[in-house]
């Protein structure tokens, strides 16, 4: 961390003239836009003229609150990142201080050796009036340090544009000499943060918090909205802010000074910084903290809490700030409270025009179970019964159970045709798709060679049974019977041959469709003996059902489930399964470990069915009760994930 209490500002980061023209620039905009719309755009024009991707303002100048935020578009703020910049500026505040601050880690220009650079505001008093940080990044300490300089420099030239645009603004309302003023600024801010003020359901709170803020001269007054059945309040308006944001540091203390006294449920008081005199402390002798701890974070004003009532229950809380020297009084705040009442009656209707068409459905029938189970002890008797009832039938209520598991179908029994011989593919005669029959001829194939070979043996064999004929005429028997051993043999060639013959037809084994087989670009390629030639599946098909390991039910369960198929070609047709058959072990399909169960397709005229079509399998395996149902993912769930 580097801390340069003693910097003065001296120069910008770029040249003098580019400071100056930023000057100019940040005047005129606080000349033609309110103040906190100048502000706003100011961060944003002060971030592209330094580099930085994100900066936060917090101050009071001139007394009124303003607080603003800008981020790059293309650079995203994280909570962890936000809640360390508004720390740094809320430290440099109460030292007084710059200060410039490494950041380690982070991604994308945050991670460029970003710091955050943080200045004091002051007024026109000198008084430090607030703080404003910047995260830019910086490549050394010297850039750093020139930096740091050069946004305080602009911070408080900001700061003092600020406080004169928020006294010139004063001034022009109270000589207008119009009480509702205040009301008809916070209509005005209504409609710039929300668009046309009449269609924001919202405007009443921006007139209530206007009414009060004009006729008690209070310096903030905030609104928040008790939410149903919840014990927590939406910030709604809050003088000063066009808008609201909840991760806003002041919103979270107003926030929380608010659920303290609705925990309270009561009027709370916090003196502020000066303790009040023995009469007051009788008056106020307990100590909100969370006031307190907001009272401070403001410069020690007193605050307070009145909260708002309808039908006997909160729903509302308004919060109040006075920084005069008179001191807030319980006997004014309960005054304040007899004038919101009304204001309390309208709040739920408010909520009400604001809700969306589902939240008025949800709404409309908790109210109605409300009215049927009742109130007091008869609501808990009602309770205790429906538990019981539920309970009841959680535990004996059945339904099927069923298991759904994609399949598809694949042919019952596949037979594959291989080439018999080495040959070359003459002809071919069927393809890929085809509906075949037991015994068509699928291919012819090149056996040329063997026929000529069976030709010369059977030219042999004839010379060979003269020559036996001649030896016996001439009683020569030795040459007799070599020549009849050579013509056996001879025969014996030629039946190998005239059986080789036959193999020349490719003929189909079974009637089906070929599944498989594209040989028309193999036509005159000689073919290897054993080569598949063709896949032929059989007229029936059967379902293989890709059941997940973790899903897949005991193999008692499966003999006794029932099983249908529906196809996706054909949506309503639901075919009927045979049995399945569970593979002993698990295949991988699509980096997952499934089982492949088999079960038969019972025969049906509904659909025509082909091998390749895929669907959804729905297993029926009994019956079990509602609560097995519905807790047996859970149960799974908690057993693979504790490995119990």
Known sequence: MIDAPDTTAQGAAGSPASSANMQLELRRLFQIAPPNVALRQSLERMGRHFGGVYIAMHGCPAGEPLSEEWAEADCPIGDELRERVNEAVFTAMGGEAARCLRLSGGSGRIAEGAVIVVATMYNEELSPSGGAAMVAPCSDRDEALELLRAFESMVGFVSLLASSEIDLQRVMESGAGDASAPSQTASDSAAQAGGDPSEDPWRVGWDLVGDLQARHAFDQVALGVVVPNAQRVDVKVVSGMDQVRAGNPGVRRIRAAMEEALDR??????????????????????????????????????????????????????????????????????????????????????????????????????????????????????????????????????????????????????????????????????????????GQLLAVLDLEDDRLASKELAARRDVLAVEIEVARAKADFGAMYASRARLRATEAELEVIEARLTDAEIRAPIDGRILAGELRPRVGDRLAVGEHLFTIGGERVCAELRVPDQDLPSTQQLDDAVATFEPYAHPGVELELGVCTVPPAADIVEQRAVYLVNAEVLPSAEAALRPGMEGVARVRLGRISLWTAYSRPVIHWLRRSTWL
């Not at 009215?371 to 808990?380: A, C, L, S, Y």
């Open 265 to 438: 449920d009561e009027m709370t008081l916090w003196a502020g910084r000066d303790r009040p005199s023995i009469d007051d402390v009788r008056e106020a002798p307990d100590d909100p903290r969370l006031h307190r701890q907001w009272s401070e974070s403001i410069g020690g004003d007193p605050v307070a809490t009145i909260p708002l009532r309808s039908r006997g229950r909160t729903v509302g809380v308004v919060t109040l700030r006075h920084s005069t020297v008179e001191p807030i009084r319980l006997a004014k705040l309960a005054a304040i409270q007899k004038e919101l009442e009304a204001w309390g009656a309208l709040l739920p209707l408010v909520e009400r025009a604001g809700r969306s068409v589902a939240r008025h459905a949800m709404d409309a029938t908790r109210r109605r179970m409300r009215e049927i189970v009742g109130v007091g002890w008869w609501r808990t008797v009602m309770s205790v019964v429906v538990t019981v009832a539920m309970a009841c039938v959680m535990a004996f209520v059945e339904v099927d159970d069923v298991v759904d598991v994609p399949a598809r179908l694949v042919p019952s029994t596949p037979r594959v045709v291989s080439a018999p011989r080495d040959a070359r593919l003459m002809k071919l005669l069927a393809d890929a798709g085809d509906t075949v029959v037991a």
